[in-house]
């Protein structure tokens, strides 16, 4: 995109006012800006696509040595190590994102671009009126990425909180499984166990006494054969 302004003619005299008008309205070209956005945000993605490479080719090594048996059933399945680096990807992308949204306010102070903007930097003689060529288009063009970069703000987020609570409810639902296993076992535990009836309590009190009584007859009844 070829950008230029147009000053009055006393700016035109000076050489280099035009320049450094142009610099001081437009640090960078929308293109440009977008392109390197483009760049940051799809690095994020890159780092897991290395990742999947790595766990194939982890994968096919452990095949050669355990004669085909898999380490993975799937290696792109959003699993373990792989699970954390989407995520940090997506952060990372919506940091991105964010960043370059509050750049292009800063630069272009509020998503606005005015017809004419005033300039009195040197080696321009005085303030000097400066008019944007087609600043409609720029705006429009602005607005563009404003709005797509906010929708894939919104996208990072929303699967960043699908994946956290799926998650969570992964965890909540295995740990339930275990309490459920748990409280079967105990179950089956208490039925294969005989109940307490059929236990005969057995007194060491009633035995000693028995045997006291036992040894008193016995002495009776020699008592009474010696007095025959």
Not at 36 to 62: N, W
Not at 99 to 117: A, N, T
Not at 171 to 195: C, F, G, S
Request: hydrophobic share 35%; net charge positive; proline share 5%.
């Amino acid at each position: 995109m070829l950008d230029y302004l147009e000053s009055t003619r006393t700016e035109r005299l000076k050489p280099g006012c035009t320049n450094v008008c142009y610099d001081h309205i437009f640090p960078i070209s929308h293109i440009r800006l977008w392109a390197l956005q483009l760049i940051f945000v799809t690095c994020p993605s890159l780092m897991v696509m290395a990742h999947v490479k790595y766990r194939e080719g982890k994968d096919r090594k452990y095949v050669e040595v355990n004669h085909g048996s898999h380490l993975y059933a799937n290696p792109g399945k959003k699993r373990g190590g792989l699970w954390w680096t989407y995520l940090i990807s997506l952060v990372f992308k919506a940091g991105f994102d964010t960043s370059f949204l509050y750049i292009l306010y800063r630069i272009y102070h509020g998503y606005d671009l005015p017809k004419l903007s005033k300039c009195s930097l040197e080696p321009c003689p005085n303030t000097v009126d400066c008019f944007i060529s087609r600043p409609t288009e720029k705006k429009i063009f602005m607005l563009f990425m404003v709005v797509s970069s906010a929708i894939c703000i919104l996208m990072c987020i929303l699967e960043m909180i699908y994946l956290i609570g799926k998650r969570i409810f992964k965890v909540i639902n295995i740990q339930n499984e275990n309490q459920r296993l748990v409280v079967t076992d105990q179950h089956e535990l208490t039925t294969i166990a005989p109940p307490r009836s059929q236990y005969c309590r057995v007194d060491p009190t009633i035995a000693e006494s028995q045997l006291s009584l036992n040894k008193r007859e016995k002495t009776r009844e020699q008592q009474k054969t010696t007095v025959l």
